[in-house]
């Protein structure tokens, strides 16, 4: 055995895994003092973190599986990061129709006040009920649905509040390295020694680190007895969730929350201005989570449901763009996959130096997630006990009130007359107050264009700042180009990428 005592450590905590729960670590410890080294084999968001419903939500469904504490917790962080992230995360209004064949309008409604009241102090406007033929929100619904309800939660830029968070996490002084595998880790009584793989290079590099953070999602369970090699009573279901897109299918801002005779409900919200995105199915998934995709009978689905309440019809000929992820629910052995808690379970292993894997998790709940595996290893780890500080310190551009979105837009167009009003705003609602770092007032300035309104400027930008290293990180996850470049324009901006990266080794 090795002699770990006069050895010099690299990094107090190593993180395995670039989603949501892995960033949103390594931003509250770093913050706190650790030296954090995360590393993602893929993208940053490039899995579950970028393929969600994007809602920041108690999830009022849960409320029928009776899980007051999740529920409570996620409703409170709605409001936490509606602050933290004013930029990127927003309140929605949502419509809910009644019908007479599903849940009693007297369980709907006594579910929103439940929902109303789960969380003290709550900003947003309640429920309030609704008569279809008389509110605009009627219009696109078919005649059968008279009443239903409008209630509060919040939507998210999913894999830019991942993005945030590991650029807060740099910004305190973490290192975040991505195409970078954790290959294997051998635990020692007070270190861990980790070999980690470039895949770019296919260098191997060493580094030690005092714990492990195993926040790798759907990998979590194979990682853990794999390569972290420990033993453990806890798994995860894999459940498989798939959305489609399809040209916008109503004006008004609301999103609709349609229930279905297996009870499922599915959401119709309003989507990168012109759009309208559909989901999520929940599919028991037992193969690979490197490759899921959505399946045909699924698309059909969410056409079905959409199609239950619509005047306007879809079908899968409308569909612009789709995409799929899976769930790493922790195991309680339900029998349905949409019985299956969405709560999270921490599994601390202090047999050796420290491993904790997370089990579960949604993205409205990371930050809280976060601060409860920091708290689980300050007593073994006491860089960490420093104070709690991410509830009230915002993400990168978010320094901004809520209520001054718009001022923001003005500000950016007073520096930048040349910006149309909507460019000015998707960069607000990406970059807040960093828009400022490369929009400047020469339009010039911008450089190449390559097609909707992205120019070299935002691209390099994304390069430098936000780790993009190929074409899908850009229009598919630091952005949403992909609805509008056409297939010559993807192809100039990926040669230009290639170019950059090649100019940069
Ligand atoms: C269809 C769907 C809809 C959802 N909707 C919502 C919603 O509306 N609101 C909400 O709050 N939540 C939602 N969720 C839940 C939420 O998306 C997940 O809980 C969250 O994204 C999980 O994040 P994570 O960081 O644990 O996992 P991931 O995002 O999957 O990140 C894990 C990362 O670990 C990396 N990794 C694995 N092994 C290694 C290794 N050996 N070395 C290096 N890296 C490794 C992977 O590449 C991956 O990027 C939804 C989930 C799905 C699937």
């Known amino acids: 055995m090795k002699e770990p005592s006069n050895m010099p450590l690299n990094y107090d905590l190593l993180i395995i895994g670039g989603g949501i729960n892995g960033t949103g670590i390594a931003r509250d410890a770093a913050g706190r003092g650790a030296r954090v080294l995360l590393v993602e084999k893929d993208d940053l968001a490039g899995h579950t973190s970028s393929a969600s419903t994007k809602l920041i939500h108690g999830g009022l469904r849960y409320l029928e599986y009776y899980e007051f504490r ?55 406007p309640k429920t309030r009920r609704i008569n279809f033929r008389k509110d605009p929100t009627g219009g696109i619904l078919q005649r059968q649905y008279v009443k239903g309800f ?34 294997a880790a051998e635990r020692f009584d007070d270190y861990w020694e980790a070999r980690i793989e470039d895949s770019a ?12 953070v195993n926040a790798a999602g759907p990998w979590v369970t194979d990682l853990l007895h794999g390569e972290l090699s420990v033993s453990s009573r806890n798994s995860t279901r894999l459940v498989k969730g798939s959305h489609i897109v399809v040209p916008k299918l109503f004006d008004t801002p609301q999103a609709y929350i349609l229930q279905n005779p297996d009870k499922r409900i599915v959401f119709a919200v309003p989507y990168e ?18 490759h899921v995709a959505i399946d045909d009978a699924e698309v059909t689905y969410l056409c079905e449901s959409v199609n239950r309440y619509f005047n306007k019809s879809v079908s899968p000929k409308d569909v612009v763009w789709q995409y799929a992820g899976v769930r790493a629910l922790f195991d309680d052995h339900a029998g349905s996959a949409s019985a299956v808690t969405r709560d999270y379970k921490l599994d601390l292993d202090v ?37 709690s500080w991410t509830s009230h310190a915002v993400l990168p551009g978010g320094d901004f009130a809520r209520a001054e979105f718009d001022r923001q837009v003005a500000a950016l167009i007073k520096k930048a ?11 607000v609602r990406n970059y807040g107050t960093r828009a400022r770092n490369f ?64 100019a940069n080794a």
């Open 70 to 124: 999740l529920v409570r917790e996620a409703l409170m962080e709605r409001e936490n990061l509606l602050r933290i992230a004013p930029h990127i995360i927003w309140p929605m209004r949502f419509i809910l129709p009644h019908s007479t064949m599903l849940r009693p309008a007297w369980l709907l409604r006594a579910g929103l006040f439940i929902y109303d009241h789960l969380c003290m102090g709550m900003t947003l």
């Open 150 to 183: 409008e209630y509060s939660d919040g939507w998210v830029q999913d894999s830019r509040l991942v993005v945030l968070n590991a650029m807060s996490a740099r910004e305190h002084g973490a290192t975040i390295r991505t195409r970078s595998r954790l290959l």
């Open 201 to 212: 290079t296919g260098a191997v590099t060493k580094v030690t680190a005092r714990a492990i």
């Open 273 to 290: 201005r012109d759009f309208t995105l559909i989901g999520t199915t929940d599919v028991n998934w037992d193969k690979s989570a490197d």
């Open 351 to 387: 047999e050796k130096a420290p491993v904790i894997s997370i089990f579960g998790g949604k993205i409205t709940t990371y930050r809280k997630l976060a601060e409860h595996v920091i708290e689980k290893l300050a007593p073994h780890l006491p860089v960490l006990s420093a104070e």
């Open 417 to 427: 007359p040349y910006l149309t009003p909507e460019t000015a705003w998707r960069l």
């Open 439 to 502: 929009v400047t007032s020469r339009k010039e300035a911008l450089g190449q264009h390559f097609g909707a309104d992205l120019f070299q400027a935002e691209v390099d930008y994304l390069i430098s700042e936000e780790w993009a290293r190929s074409v899908d990180d850009i229009i598919w996850r630091r952005g949403k180009f992909g609805l509008r470049l056409k297939q010559d324009e993807v192809s100039q901006l990926a040669a230009y990428i290639d170019g950059k990266l090649a």
